[in-house]
Nanobody
Framework: QVQLVESGGGLVQPGGSLRLSCAASGSIFSINFMGWYRQAPGKERELVARILGGNTNYADSVKGRFTISRDNAKKVYLQMNNLKPEDTAVYYC??????????????WGQGTRVTVSS
């Protein structure tokens, strides 16, 4: 079994910062990409940022404010600065994982809520 567990969400005022963390665990052989998606009320889930090796890509709406990083093979972070009310959403960690039984899985975390409000 493979799982992703997020942490770090919460309530923050506009202009503030939060750091989301995601840790992968289970029968993992390797991880391809890791990324963050978000889903705001009444909207579809959208890609926020993704990292593969040394390459990153971001949604236009977060460029210059959010930074995705990995400190080892199984953890990914999202540093969010200058948060805006429109960043309010549930944030999901996502990864493409190869298990020790050589299956490729796309795995989602349970989500962590971020609310930006004064």
């Amino acid at each position: 079994q493979v799982q992703l567990v997020e942490s770090g969400g919460g309530l923050v005022q506009p202009g503030g910062s939060l750091r989301l963390s995601c840790a992968a665990s289970g029968s993992i052989f390797s991880i391809n990409f890791m990324g963050w998606y978000r889903q705001a009320p009444g909207k579809e889930r959208e890609l926020v940022a993704r990292i593969l090796g040394g390459n990153t890509n971001y949604a236009d709406s977060v460029k210059g404010r959010f930074t995705i990083s990995r400190d080892n093979a199984k953890k990914v972070y999202l540093q969010m600065n200058n948060l805006k009310p429109e960043d309010t959403a549930v944030y999901y960690c996502n990864a493409r994982i190869r298990t020790i039984s050589e299956r490729w899985l796309e795995v989602w975390g349970q989500g962590t809520r971020v609310t930006v409000s004064s």
